[in-house]
């Protein structure tokens, strides 16, 4: 099977303390270790769980509770885990901000090549258009000097979303000849402005 989440754990080096043994009696001889649970996603250690300070006897080795023997907030302060237990957040998170900084970088790129086909139409320019639950797609049919004509689909969707997937199925052959509507160039930029017109794609 393969693994995605598993756990692991890490161990510090102990901590000398200067508190007697119970068990023994032995001076200062009680030292103090981290242990800490980490969960890795794909091997990459990721999420530190709860931890965990265990006393320890150097001289005779009896393990004690934090019961037995209380570690105080100094002890506790001053045993570090480390932060490369972290790494897989940190790259998540770093993959997250480049991911949605390329999206925008996109959109800014799509936004500006259709204020371009806007202001310089070609036939068999696609429109994507709506507002309110009512989208639709047109295609220049013929520009004049300060003017564009289009015919319209026959299709309307209640989403951007199933607007797109209608562009995925095949919908080229479903603009109406018959149906052909004209806009001056600065209604179609005063459209777009008004976000009414969503996006224009050239066929390269
Ligand atoms: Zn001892």
Same mark, same amino acid.
């Given at each position: 099977?393969?693994?995605?989440?598993?756990?692991? !754990?890490?161990? !510090?080096?102990?901590?000398?303390?200067?508190?007697?043994?119970?068990?023994?009696?032995?001076?200062?001889?009680?030292?103090?270790?981290?242990?800490?649970?980490?969960?890795?996603?794909? &091997?990459?250690?990721?999420?530190?769980?709860?931890?965990?300070?265990?006393?320890?006897?150097?001289?005779?080795?009896?393990?004690?509770?934090?019961?037995?023997?209380?570690?105080?907030?100094?002890?506790?302060?001053?045993?570090?885990?480390?932060?490369?237990? &972290?790494?897989?957040?940190?790259?998540?998170?770093?993959?997250?901000?480049?991911?949605?900084?390329?999206?925008?970088?996109?959109?800014?790129?799509?936004?500006?090549?259709t204020k371009e086909y806007i202001t310089a139409p070609?036939?068999?320019d696609?429109y994507?258009?709506?507002?309110?639950?009512?989208?639709?797609?047109?295609?220049?049919?013929?520009?004049?000097?300060?003017?564009v004509?289009?015919?319209?689909?026959?299709?309307?969707?209640? !989403?951007?979303?199933?607007?797109?997937?209608?562009?995925?199925?095949?919908?080229?052959?479903?603009?109406?000849?018959?149906?052909?509507?004209?806009?001056?160039k600065?209604?179609l930029l005063?459209q777009f402005?008004?976000?009414?017109i969503?996006?224009v794609?050239?066929?390269?």
């Amino acid at each position: 099977m393969f693994i995605i989440f598993s756990a692991k !754990s890490f161990v !510090s080096n102990p901590l000398s303390t200067s508190i007697n043994c119970p068990n023994c009696g032995a001076k200062h001889s009680i030292e103090v270790i981290l242990r800490q649970e980490y969960v890795c996603f794909f &091997w990459i250690p990721s999420v530190p769980q709860q931890k965990e300070f265990i006393p320890v006897c150097n001289n005779c080795a009896k393990v004690f509770s934090n019961k037995e023997i209380p570690v105080g907030k100094e002890i506790r302060d001053s045993i570090k885990s480390p932060r490369w237990m &972290w790494t897989g957040t940190f790259v998540g998170i770093a993959l997250i901000f480049t991911l949605l900084g390329y999206i925008a970088i996109d959109n800014k790129n799509k936004e500006k090549a259709t204020k371009e086909y806007i202001t310089a139409p070609k036939v068999n320019d696609i429109y994507e258009y709506g507002a309110d639950k009512s989208y639709s797609l047109m295609k220049v049919m013929n520009v004049t000097d300060d003017s564009v004509y289009f015919y319209l689909h026959s299709h309307q969707t209640d !989403s951007e979303y199933s607007l797109r997937q209608l562009k995925e199925d095949g919908y080229e052959n479903s603009f109406i000849d018959t149906l052909i509507y004209g806009f001056s160039k600065e209604e179609l930029l005063e459209q777009f402005n008004d976000k009414l017109i969503l996006n224009v794609e050239r066929k390269k």
